[in-house]
Each structure stands twice: as structure tokens, then as C-alpha cells.
């Protein structure tokens, strides 16, 4: 059974600053995706940045990029210059290709100080 | 704004009481997923809705039923509600054999028993 791991359920960062999430997962498919999703208080899942298993080239939009690591099966978020809206719940999600039927993790609580 | 939109977005019932909740999909989206996201966790799957059918289900009793109609739009409906129920329920609405990478969530309803 595919299983996703987010061992950090509370991070802290000062604005302006870089921090990174971390998340494992557990699969013996080849061909899945994995999200990060930010959940902020509004309770709405909005998509931050998606990685598809098969491109070996990190995903990156603007100040988000991530590490992914197949045969480790490690897949952390970088927030760089984080603003204030990023603080939220963060969410690590893995799903088989074609299948939407997502796996969460527990989720990151991340604070931004200002 | 995703497109999908959820109702009521709070509800509280009894417990034993039956509830049904309401989700309606993003233009050209033919699948509806529902998730249930317990304080302070994951949103975990129930089940999946494809073309009018079910089309897979999550570690849930049958007591958690679910319709897709006609327009793609879905219900999910709980029986004989329990105090674990209380919840965030989530519906995500994607487009399964269209080539789509995502799923688009809605704003979710706080369902509370008690």
C-alpha cells in the first residue's frame, strides 16, 4: 500500500528567509505524481507545485521549488523569501498517474514571522 | 477559485441523524473524489465517482454513500452519524481519460455531530 510521510508537523521560518518541508513516500509503481498543497485557514486546497515521477528535472514555480529524490522516495518543498501569506497547513500528496485518487500526508504547519 | 463549489459550508447534526452533502464540479470535469480531513490530519479518501458510477472507495462503511449525476455534479450522503464523523469534508473534482495532471478542490463543508 502506497503510504506518504510528513514527520515535521511544525515548522517556523522568518520572512524573507528559505525553508524547507519534508516528505517521504512509499510506492512500487512507477508511474505516479507527487503535490504539495497549501491549506490556509479559508480551508480551500490550493495547488502549489506538482512533480511527475517520470521527469527527473525538480519542479520549480517562483519561489517554490522542490527536491525529488525517486530512489530515496523524498520529495521536500523549498519556500524561498517567504512572505506572510505562506503561512498555512502544507501537505505533501501522492497519486497513481491517471487515477486522482490522492494519498495525503498528516501535514506542516508553517509559521512565517514577521 | 477553482470552479468546484460545496454546500451548505457548515452543517450540524445529531448524532444518528443522516446528512447529505453536495459538490459541484468544474466545467468539463467528469470525476468527483470525496475526502474526509479530521482535525489536525490528512484528508483521507472515500470514494470516487466516474461518469455516474463508483469507481473506487477508501477505508469507509457503507453507511458513507455517494451520486454523481447526470451533470457531473455529486452527493455524498452519511447515515446514522457518529461523533467521529465530525469533519472537513472535501469533494475534488478532475477529468479522468482527458489527459488532466490535477485535481481541483472545493472549499469543503465543517460537518459537526453531536
Known amino acids: 500500500a502506497q503510504t506518504v510521510t510528513q514527520s515535521q508537523p511544525e515548522m517556523s521560518v522568518q520572512e524573507a528567509e528559505t525553508v524547507t518541508l519534508s516528505c517521504t513516500y512509499d510506492t512500487s509503481e512507477s508511474d505516479y505524481y507527487l503535490f504539495w498543497y497549501k491549506q490556509p485557514p479559508s480551508r480551500q486546497m490550493i495547488l502549489v507545485i506538482r512533480?511527475?515521477?517520470?521527469?527527473?528535472q525538480n519542479a520549480t514555480e517562483n519561489r517554490f521549488s522542490v527536491n525529488f529524490q525517486k530512489a530515496a522516495k523524498s520529495f521536500s518543498l523549498k519556500i524561498s523569501d517567504s512572505q506572510l501569506g505562506d503561512a498555512a497547513m502544507y501537505f505533501c500528496a501522492y497519486t497513481l498517474s491517471g487515477t486522482y485518487k490522492y494519498i495525503f500526508g498528516t501535514g506542516t504547519r508553517l509559521k512565517v514571522l514577521a | 477559485e477553482t470552479g468546484v463549489t460545496q454546500s451548505p459550508t457548515h452543517l450540524i447534526k445529531t448524532r444518528g441523524q443522516q446528512v447529505t452533502l453536495r459538490c459541484s464540479s468544474q466545467s468539463g470535469h467528469n470525476t468527483v473524489s470525496w475526502y474526509q480531513q479530521a482535525l489536525g490530519q490528512g484528508p483521507q479518501f472515500i470514494f470516487q465517482?466516474?461518469?455516474?458510477?463508483?469507481?473506487g472507495r477508501g477505508n469507509f462503511p457503507p453507511r458513507f454513500s455517494g451520486l454523481q449525476f447526470p451533470n457531473y455534479s455529486s452527493e455524498l450522503n452519511v447515515n446514522a452519524l457518529e461523533l467521529d464523523d465530525s469533519a472537513l469534508y472535501l469533494c475534488?473534482?478532475?477529468?479522468?481519460?482527458?489527459?488532466?495532471?490535477?485535481?481541483?478542490f472545493g472549499q469543503g463543508t465543517r460537518l459537526t455531530v453531536v
Open positions: 465517482y466516474y461518469r455516474e458510477e463508483e469507481n
Open positions: 475534488a473534482s478532475s477529468s479522468l481519460g482527458q489527459g488532466g495532471t490535477e485535481a481541483f
Open positions: 512533480q511527475e515521477a517520470y521527469k527527473q
